[in-house]
């Protein structure tokens, strides 16, 4: 290669570099794959961003619905303080819910759960600022799968997303429930038949158990159960009732979506 030749390439090849440094960086949309050049928080294009129905203010201070509740004053016994959702289970949400669920799409993992620190964040602003006499130990755990579904599927996405939200805060984690028996998908029952097919379906783990007794005999502690999808609570309320039967621990619900 002669001397003109190698310094009309040089001269390319910096033409090149000086376009790539000049023109914006585009990004992929984890929800659409779309492209996109200006990144907020969340790895999502403008549109896909829009369409999110965050969950900005409760009528139900207990489950944290942004409509009237029937199902709390129902409810013969809460178990659980309140529960806080990030977003409202719309088609677009429950279509980003199923490709995470069913079809093991791992990067909407890191995205699901980062949505889940505004559920977390509105605990708090609702809780107040605490004085250091209100100190307390926080703790994330989730709703166990039965050995059944998790063969299905794979994982467990309450798991996921709640290692995704320790991950974001910092908070540890702890498997303290059991699923000691299979149950079909709540999906598809009524409010009795969730309430019936509950019962006895949690316990907790013996290990877990003996390190929250003596934690709690030294701290106060506040414990969430994550879950992706908060229907009547049912589900909820049940895991608060075998925890806080074996625990003095007041128990918190973040899900996804309500």
Same mark, same amino acid.
């Given at each position: 290669?002669?001397?003109?030749?190698?310094?009309?390439?040089?001269?390319?090849?910096?033409?090149?570099?000086?376009?790539?440094?000049?023109?914006?960086?585009?990004?992929? !949309?984890?929800? !659409?794959?779309?492209?996109?050049?200006?990144?907020?928080?969340?790895?999502? !294009?403008?549109?896909?961003?829009? +369409?999110?129905?965050?969950?900005?203010?409760?009528?139900?201070? !207990?489950?944290?619905?942004?409509?009237?509740?029937?199902?709390?004053?129902?409810?013969?016994?809460?178990?659980?303080?309140?529960?806080?959702?990030?977003?409202?289970?719309?088609?677009?949400?429950?279509?980003?819910?199923?490709? #995470?669920?069913?079809?093991?799409?791992?990067?909407?993992?890191?995205?699901?759960?980062?949505?889940?620190?505004?559920?977390?964040?509105?605990?708090?602003?609702?809780?107040?600022?605490?004085?250091?006499?209100?100190?307390?130990?926080?703790?994330?755990?989730?709703?166990?799968?039965?050995?059944? /579904?998790?063969?299905?599927?794979? #994982?467990?996405?309450?798991?996921?997303?709640?290692?995704?939200?320790?991950?974001?805060?910092?908070?540890?984690?702890?498997?303290?429930?059991?699923?000691? /028996?299979?149950?079909?998908?709540?999906?598809?029952?009524?409010?009795?038949?969730?309430?019936?097919?509950?019962?006895?379906?949690?316990?907790?783990?013996?290990? +877990?158990?003996?390190?929250?007794?003596?934690?709690?005999? /030294?701290?106060?502690?506040?414990?969430?159960?994550?879950?992706?999808?908060?229907?009547?609570?049912?589900?909820?309320?049940?895991?608060?009732?075998?925890?806080?039967?074996?625990?003095?621990?007041?128990?918190?619900?973040?899900?996804?979506?309500?």
């Amino acid at each position: 290669m002669n001397t003109g030749v190698r310094i009309s390439q040089w001269l390319s090849d910096r033409l090149k570099q000086a376009e790539m440094l000049l023109s914006p960086s585009r990004y992929s !949309c984890i929800a !659409c794959n779309g492209s996109y050049t200006k990144r907020g928080e969340l790895p999502l !294009c403008n549109t896909c961003s829009a +369409a999110i129905p965050w969950i900005l203010h409760t009528k139900c201070e !207990c489950c944290g619905r942004p409509e009237s509740c029937g199902d709390c004053s129902r409810r013969k016994e809460t178990f659980f303080v309140q529960n806080r959702s990030a977003v409202s289970y719309d088609p677009i949400m429950k279509e980003w819910l199923g490709i #995470f669920k069913y079809r093991g799409h791992e990067k909407l993992r890191a995205l699901l759960g980062k949505m889940l620190l505004h559920a977390y964040h509105m605990h708090h602003r609702q809780m107040g600022p605490s004085s250091p006499a209100e100190a307390y130990t926080e703790l994330l755990t989730y709703v166990p799968l039965s050995e059944r /579904r998790l063969d299905e599927r794979g #994982f467990n996405q309450a798991q996921q997303l709640t290692e995704e939200l320790s991950r974001l805060t910092g908070i540890p984690v702890i498997g303290l429930l059991e699923r000691v /028996r299979h149950t079909d998908k709540q999906s598809f029952k009524t409010r009795g038949d969730r309430l019936a097919d509950l019962q006895g379906v949690f316990a907790i783990n013996p290990t +877990a158990l003996s390190i929250l007794q003596e934690m709690t005999a /030294r701290t106060t502690v506040r414990m969430y159960i994550i879950d992706d999808v908060y229907t009547t609570g049912s589900t909820l309320n049940e895991c608060a009732k075998v925890i806080t039967m074996e625990l003095d621990v007041a128990v918190y619900g973040i899900s996804w979506a309500r």
